[in-house]
């Protein structure tokens, strides 16, 4: 699936015809504000979106597949090339927000030594300078050392809620990504070079970022899901749900409670990727014979669970399948500790020192935990795995196929493994929070066949396998039980509830004199 970012000259190339009309009108009014604030047209629109997660909930940065899919709500960026820096030995990035006062105008010198970027700070042009950075070290590995950027007029419109669970920063660091080389240049944009960018652009802002949700911004297509492996590398491919009756649709509703991952992540996200990370250390000190290294891999912190499942199974036979269903029961019985693992524990379980560990797991990205669950954070990872191929397998292996007109037991087979999801993600891996809960519990009394977080948690989005007949239901339930009780405004309860198709990923739209 991979090959060039798809150029485009029609929005219907992009869009569904539901969304068309919307779209259009959105489209035109970014491209008016950009004329009237910068004096002269964009040259250019860049356009990434954001995702839902199907199934496969917090282990990409371990390296086991996902199944996400792109949606409608996107991040785009009107860009020109057309301003001179005003200061020898940098170019000019001004960037606005079709939201300014949420978002105020910046304007930069940006030396061509580097891109600075300081995390501590939750400022929102860090997520464009982290793409900027990113496309910069490609360009500069195809160009040479001396490659001078050009300045750029930069106008965004995202909507995609931010903290919502549906990756907004994703979205915007891959746009940001992808403006960044064609406004210097480069005719085609490669998926997966942008892809592999865009992941490690989003860890200059201080998020341990595995990978799923930069690789469903860019590769996905319209009318499919996106399987996304990450071992032995990064890849993609579309995966088609099979005609059933009552035909799926999925349903995507926040919860309107915030998950900022930069803000938290020293306590949530960040934290769940260490406690992986030791694991992983942990198991394969334990398990594998002495004196075998864990593999240097593409995990956030260069060695993931994978790297021990590959050390452990090196030369098997056995399915992945019986593969993950024996690390569950080795996980129970060599990770005993319930209650968790002080850092002389962890130290003293991997053999090395208490020092080591922190310059190994906890010096990249802030980090504040005193027991580390690893336990319980393994178990999540390989139950969650073994899902994914579960799931995957309900939708391609011919035996599993639905046999008859009617498929509601083959349907209800499909949202149990969502509901296992959820139940991991609250009790298991902890990354679930009580609204979502509720949510989660709403949509399946009211006819949803399976339902849970997606996203990072602790908040954001849940989503939702129902039967299309049953949209109406589980929406008027989760109004009347869940979002009449919370003080929303017209505009939030608009876009409470998403009815979601799977949509195309990253394009590039050029525009004829500033106009679609």
Request: with cysteine.
């Amino acid at each position: 699936m991979s090959g060039p970012v798809p150029t485009v000259t029609a929005l219907g190339d992009i869009y569904t015809q539901q969304a068309l009309a919307d779209q259009t009108v959105r489209w035109n009014k970014l491209l008016d504000k950009f004329q009237a604030l910068y004096g002269s047209p964009a040259q250019f629109v860049s356009r990434s979106p954001g995702r839902v997660n199907i199934i496969g909930e917090h282990i990409d940065y371990s390296l086991y597949s996902v199944l996400p899919m792109g949606m409608t709500p996107d991040v785009i960026l009107a860009v020109s090339t057309d301003l001179e820096p005003s200061q020898e030995g940098t170019y000019k990035i001004k960037i606005a927000n079709v939201d300014n006062e949420r978002f105020p105008t910046r304007e930069f010198n940006v030396p061509y030594s580097d891109v600075e970027i300081d995390a501590t700070i939750h400022e929102w042009t860090n997520y464009f300078k982290s793409g900027l950075r990113g496309a910069l070290q490609l360009l500069r590995e195809k160009y040479g050392a001396d490659f001078k950027p050009k300045s750029m007029e930069v106008l965004m419109d995202g909507t995609v809620p931010a903290g919502g669970g549906l990756s907004s920063s994703a979205a915007f660091v891959s746009a940001s990504a992808l403006a960044v080389m064609i406004a210097n240049g480069e005719r085609e944009v490669d998926k997966k070079a942008l892809t592999e960018v865009a992941i490690v652009s989003e860890r200059a802002v201080g998020v341990n970022s595995g990978g799923m949700d930069q690789s469903a911004s860019v590769f996905s297509e319209r009318g499919s899901a996106l399987l996304v492996s990450f071992t032995p590398s990064l890849s993609a491919r579309p995966v088609y749900f099979p005609k059933t009756n009552p035909e799926l649709c999925f349903m995507v509703a926040q919860s309107f409670v915030t998950s900022n991952k930069q803000e938290t992540g020293p306590i949530h996200y960040n934290l769940r990727v260490v406690e992986c990370s030791m694991a992983a250390a942990y198991l394969n000190a334990k398990l594998c014979p002495k004196g075998t290294e864990l593999p240097k891999d593409a995990g956030p912190l260069g060695v993931s669970i994978r790297g021990f499942h590959q050390n452990y199974f090196k030369d098997t036979q056995k399915s992945m399948p019986e593969q993950l269903t024996e690390l569950i029961e080795l996980t129970k019985s060599t990770l005993t500790q319930e209650e968790g693992y002080t850092l002389e524990e962890v130290a003293s379980g991997i053999g090395i020192s208490v020092k080591d560990v922190k310059a190994r797991f906890m010096s990249s990205f802030p980090v504040r935990g005193e027991r580390f669950k690893l336990r319980q954070r393994a178990l999540h990872v390989f139950t969650e795995a073994l899902r994914v191929l579960q799931f995957l397998a309900l939708l391609e292996d011919p035996a599993q196929a639905p046999d008859s007109e009617h498929t509601v037991e083959y349907n209800k087979k499909l949202g149990k493994l969502l509901n296992e999801t959820q139940d991991s993600c609250r009790d298991v891996y902890e990354c679930s929070c009580p609204e979502i809960d509720e949510l989660c519990k709403i949509a399946r009394e009211a006819g949803s066949y399976g339902s849970r977080l997606t996203g990072a948690g602790w908040g954001g989005c849940s989503v939702h396998l129902v039967p299309a007949d049953k949209v109406d239901d589980i929406k008027k339930a989760l109004l009347e039980k869940y979002y009449s009780k919370r003080q929303l405004s017209q505009k939030d309860l608009e876009e409470a509830i998403v009815v979601s198709r799977p949509m195309n990923g990253s394009a590039v739209f050029k525009l004829k004199d500033g106009k679609i």
